[in-house]
């Protein structure tokens, strides 16, 4: 083997504390017991130190991360414009009782960048834009019903769960509707069997879901499904969470060719800053003006700071094309550091938001131990979650990428893993 | 009159900027649509700038801020301990793929501090953490039904609505069951009458509701309903988001002599650092592993180092004395300028989170040009939310404080406006 792999004790003992005082000791998608981390013991669990495409854990083992904290990492981590732009406006002031003038001027922006967007809402989390579009959608309609597509997230509020998970209540999603996605007819028959009945359809802007290939809109797909919205009045609403800014910065409804009503935006938009917003357009901004929505640190000023130098370097380095040919280079590589090896390695999704599989392995635990074997050697990936390229990756990280996948790879024909076992 | 009063020329120009690209221009709580900004036009609408106990609006006008950006401003606007440890973390690493483990020195900070705290789950609204008790409340006992008192806020999820606000569905709110606080015999009927169905009551520690009196709790009334839980299996939460920390820094319910099975923190967490928690009992640990519940940002490390910074600083200033000492010396003087004045000032809630009505004003008219007059010469206070005490204000503060007060009450005699008219 070209690389040795990491051991993480320290990570252990902070693990083993965390575990007395909080929850699951880390919960959510960036802790063990998320499914994208096994086998659990080749992750580390806390970092220490990040700067550009890197971060350090805390037995201050490096990392290539194509996590990028599970998406706001989108210039690189501690990007010194965002990070002065932020400082400058912390010296004059933060989260005060009326908020900055700042605010103003990150809608307009918004306004100006994004094509469907005639007006900018803040909030915090991805969730809260997301239910903020359901309400509009609600609203607007006077009517109850949501369509999802079939591996859908939209954030965890109790609408967007599912009835056998924890503390859902039948009533809070039994206005759900799911479909498949790239089904026309199905959505359509829905459509139909639902007459006068549906309020919105949200949607991420290509099926984004884990354990799954991703899956981009068929040719014409999204177009048809935009009059269909319209001939039934139904609120179209486009989660750009995870993809947003990312694939264009004029939205993912733009890359795709069609209009949202509403588009929901977080990770990307201020390079971890704390900030997410929902756009949308003209005819929808006295609804969700009508709605009750607020947050007691919504109006700070100092993400809005940050989302203003994010966006403005997103756009001085035409990012969503960078993205593109960095995320391909790494796939090329990573695909022929697995056919070099005797494997198959299907990559879906955009290059720039890549998602893993190694096919003729229906039990998954060939990817999942070759992931491992990557994590181990210095490369941040998860094993069915999609990834995220970053505006700081270089040519460096991506060559020394390649090599560990492949040294990985050979560490599993070492064990004596093969395909279709 | 003493003080000359302000205008809001930039404001105004700020906000027909931000009419076009924000619904409401400003929304929520920090909106002029909201019923506590009454009469619109004499209160500012956007800052500039905040240092202390105070801020100044676009136009240059210097307010003493009682408002404390509805509660986060517990130490003073640009604490330097807390943004000194703000900055030190930011330049290690703040929202990364793995937490930083600055997040278990911050849950074992407030399972130190807080009574009723075995373990500490952080998020980022207030929202957040009142809705996860919620989900926790129903899981653990597998029932549907929450218990509020009128006049009851515990944020902005759909759950938490009521069912004539927009975009809300009678699904969502048809588990709730509304007492009115204080009243221990209805409680205690309605605790019977949905015998085995009630999963939690949730409440604040005492009645902060607008637009009427806050109510503090009667001798022995939270003891009483402890039990009643008790013998019912009903989880007893507590949503301290608005009085936590400046109250009693081991909790409110604490303070009120009795153990809340989970309570919620935000606003006075971080010193206005983006951070909410729910804290409770070793008994509900499991259950709030076992839910679904996660955002982008909610392991973000910059919040938590100033957090830590917070809560610390708090403890060496013995703040919630210090807030009750700085809220009992200012409302002696604001009820002795209205009754120099010949009106009589209703003061209401803990005086660090003081809630003001003037007496023989059922229109709420007197009232409301009052704290119009007061905003227009420098104290920013509103006419139908419970203020806040920061420490960060000054005996200088105060005093100049008290005089605009009176001031105010002199402007509304020379305007011929009289108590009971």
């Excluded at 495409?53 to 201050?60: A, E, K, R, T, Y």
């Excluded at 079939?150 to 967007?160: K, Q």
């Excluded at 549906?198 to 354990?211: K, S, V």
């Excluded at 720039?352 to 070759?370: E, K, P, V």
Aim: hydrophobic residues 40%; contains cysteine; proline residues 4%.
């Amino acid at each position: 083997m070209k690389f040795s792999t990491y051991s993480y004790t320290k990570s252990r003992e902070a693990f083993a504390r965390a575990f007395r005082v909080i929850p699951s000791g880390i919960y959510g998608h960036q802790g063990p017991s998320e499914g994208c981390y096994v086998p659990n013991d080749a992750f580390p669990l806390f970092s220490s130190r990040a700067k550009g495409s890197h971060f350090w854990d805390l037995d201050g083992n490096d990392y290539i991360d194509y996590m990028c904290a599970y998406g706001p990492n989108v210039l690189g981590y501690g990007d010194e414009d965002v990070d002065a732009a932020a400082l400058e406006q912390l010296k004059k002031e933060d989260c005060v009782t009326i908020p900055s003038s700042i605010m103003v001027d990150f809608a307009e922006l918004l306004v100006d960048t994004v094509a469907s967007a005639d007006w900018a809402f803040f909030a915090k989390n991805g969730t809260d834009v997301t239910t903020l579009a359901v309400l509009t959608a609600r609203a607007a309609t006077q009517r109850k019903k949501i369509v999802l597509f079939n591996g859908y997230y939209h954030g965890a509020a109790p609408w967007a769960q599912k009835l056998d998970y924890p503390g859902i209540l039948e009533e809070e999603v039994k206005n759900n509707l799911y479909v498949e996605f790239n089904d026309y007819p199905a959505l359509e028959k829905l459509f139909n069997d639902h007459k006068g009945e549906i309020a919105g359809l949200i949607a991420q802007p290509y099926l984004q879901a884990n354990f799954r290939d991703n899956l981009l809109p068929d040719e014409g797909y999204w177009q048809k499904v935009r009059k269909l919205c319209d001939d039934h009045g139904v609120v179209l609403v486009i989660d750009d969470v995870r993809a947003g800014f990312r694939l264009d910065l004029a939205g993912s409804d733009h890359y795709f060719g069609f209009k949202a009503d509403l588009i929901c935006f977080c990770k990307a938009l201020a390079n971890g800053y704390n900030v997410s917003a929902l756009c949308g357009r003209e005819s929808l901004k006295d609804v969700v003006s009508s709605i009750t929505y607020t947050g007691s640190y919504w109006m700070s000023a100092v993400p809005f700071a940050a989302g203003i130098a994010c966006i403005k370097k997103l756009k001085a380095l035409n990012a969503p094309k960078l993205f593109e040919e960095l995320g391909a280079k790494l796939m090329d590589g990573f695909k022929a550091a697995a056919a070099n090896n005797g494997f198959h390695l299907v990559v879906s999704g955009p290059a720039s938001l890549f998602y893993l599989r190694l096919a003729d392995d229906n039990s998954l635990m060939i990817h999942q131990q070759w992931i491992a074997e990557c994590v181990k050697r210095g490369i941040f990936l998860t094993s069915h979650h999609n990834h995220f390229i970053n505006a700081a990756l270089t040519d460096e990280d991506i060559n020394r990428s390649i090599e560990i996948a492949e040294d990985a790879f050979h560490a599993l024909k070492k064990n004596g893993i093969v395909p279709g076992a």
